[in-house]
């Protein structure tokens, strides 16, 4: 599987990780799912496909081809987690990968993955004062084959440059990051959970660094990537969640810059998202203008499943519209529901008073968030203006949100082969 | 003028450092100007006083009486630039205040002010990936008499108390962090220009530092103080600014967060500025919903003068409806006009199509941006859907924002003697 890194003694120094456990109970489950192979994206949604570039310098991208590697000594390496241990973010693996960007200094600099450390900045870096920053989440798996996957990497490099360009930031060719963090992946790949529902996610990251206040563009930037074992969201046999949906909190707004992946998208939501704790409800519910349409919950996409007056069945999300983060996850439960052929999919605004209509009418069915960190995340109800909405996903027959995740599951966990599940060779 | 230090030798190292460039030629200018003293504050504004506190815990706030300062060795001390040479933001000072948080510790820890340098933060701290930060921006001022002012930071104290809470991120006495920073001051005392139009700039910062993943409420924080000299922003005798006021980017809006000094308000900003810079506008004017009300300019609050259909000249600006930061420059602005008596103010929405009425019919006077960072920047015109709206703020005689200037001028160099500006002894 591996193939060797410049400076090589990988094999080495990989008898001396410790292993992680391995859930050896689930190892050799089947799975009965079968999803037709997509070979094209039907959708009318906004592509993320990488460019086609034709230039090779550095004001335009690094290159993987470049990119040097400095191992930990073996006695760096940190011993591994119990699965069950594993909260979310909070265990890093042995490495990280930099690359550094100064304009002065003619753009894109060398990638390098090195032993976790630190990061030092100046304390007037951009991103300190002025959120100069974005991030990605992706993750790899570990397949019932033992290979490992990578799902979908390209959409999150198109997003992550689209964020890059309306943050003043450098852009690169996804294509180069995705080769280096694939050989990130290899030199941690012990850290990759033997396991059919845990993952390994990866943050990468970029960050104005320069040294200056003043609201201004960043000459420098560090693009950085983390990883971390993270185990499933799913523990129970029912993991809905409860929302708050109250009209005097918005998250993104028109001429804003809601639809990309910034940090500053996500500082101000902390005092709402602690609001809906205070009062029992495990994720906030955003909505948007007078008419209280529903946008986003949490850090997911959303998805409403009903029955039409005409006994129709329909998905139905909030468009792409500026105010939306195009969702890897979202994008993909709207193309696998399209290959079904079993109901109408709608983007659209969905207000709340249609929530609350279809709900006394019994026509509500299923309501669920959708994002990498937890794939897809039922919902149960929603406290709005006093009244407490009961969604009956839960109670559903084959309901759509567990088969879309068992599809996704069975794609990323390689259950069945799929091009959206990259093996990482 | 200084007490000493606790570890004292400060006017042993004080002989060591190099001479800032004195301003001669400008040290002895009088000043004409009278302003009365103003014993209270008789806006209905928010007012920013320092709560009372009774309790001492360290989970409350950190105390001045814990500073422990750690000196630069004399050959670590840095050449002070010419005040020719003062770009805004880019020199900083020999030494810098922190304070570090953290609530399994206890809350907050003992503050430092130790040698400048870089902050070494986990690869993971929410700072970087969710812009858990704020800031805010005051200055000291070297008198005409020698001594150095700092101008009204209890209103800073108390903003940036409200940024805090809003981010999840721990509040402080406002008096405490002030005391430290005056010592700070003290320390670094030779680098507050001995000029006349020069000042001390100064940027308290908070930023979440816990290094994990997931967006939700930072258990650690970093409390630090930098300071730069900055140079005026007013070198010709015309320095007003041409705006782009374009409908299709938004700032802040209900329900967010524009009313508080989040770096998140900032990052999505640099778009919209390069935007402005490419049509030669120097400046962004924010506009707000359909009517297109004016909000902000730039970084700074905004300020119309004109006269009404009745002959009546009015000082509007927009209300602190939660879209507008509440500014201390603008606050000290209403405050000093409300006293002159000489004509009306409002604080109440003002929309573009109000602003081209005015401008048609000549009776549009003035218009100027108000911030710390400028004091106060007055406005030549208005690229707006197609069209350039001349603002004939330069062609007024003694205009409000010259004397509204000139009077923050003479308290902050302390040519009158006024509550606002804090001698620091």
Sequence with gaps: MFSSTKQCSCKLLFQFQHKLRQSSKNASRSCSLKVKQILSEPLEEKKYEPEQYDETDS????????????????????????????????????????????????????????????????????VLHYAIELFEGMKVYRGVDGKIRIFRPELNMARMNASAISSGLPSFYGDELIKCIKRLVEVDQEWVPHSPTSSLYMRPTLIGIDGTLGVQQSESALLFTIMCPVGSY??????????????????????????????????????????????????????????????????????????????????????????????????????????????????????????????????????????????ISPIRSIEYQDELIEVPTMQQQNPVYHRARAELVAIQYGHIQHPWAQVIE
Aim: charge should be positive; glycine fraction near 8%.
């Design 59 to 126: 004001e335009i991208t690094f290159r993987f081809k470049d990119l040097t590697t400095k191992l930990c000594n073996p006695d760096q390496l940190r011993a591994k987690p119990d699965e069950a241990d594993l909260k979310f973010g909070h265990i890093f693996t042995d490495h990280m990968l930099k690359v550094f960007y100064h304009r002065k200094l003619g753009g894109w600099q060398k990638p390098v993955i090195i032993p976790f450390e630190n990061i030092s900045l100046h304390p007037a870096s951009k």
């Design 234 to 375: 799913f523990s129970g046999s029912d993991d809905s969640v409860s929302l708050l949906a109250d009209p005097a909190y918005t998250r993104a707004w028109p001429g804003g810059c809601g639809d990309k992946k910034l940090g500053s998208n996500y500082g101000p939501t902390i005092r709402v998202q602690k609001r809906a704790l205070e009062k029992g409800r495990q994720q906030v519910l955003w909505l948007y203008g007078p008419d209280h349409q529903i946008t986003e919950v949490g850090t997911m996409n959303i998805f409403v499943f009903y029955e039409d007056e005409f006994g129709e069945r329909v998905l139905a999300t909030p468009p792409l519209n500026g105010l939306i983060l195009p969702g890897v996850t979202r994008q993909s439960i709207l193309q696998l529901c399209d290959q079904w052929k079993e109901f109408r999919i709608e983007q659209r605004a969905v207000t709340m008073s249609e929530i609350v209509q279809r709900s006394r009418s019994g026509k509500l069915l299923e309501m669920f968030g959708a994002g990498t960190a937890c794939i």
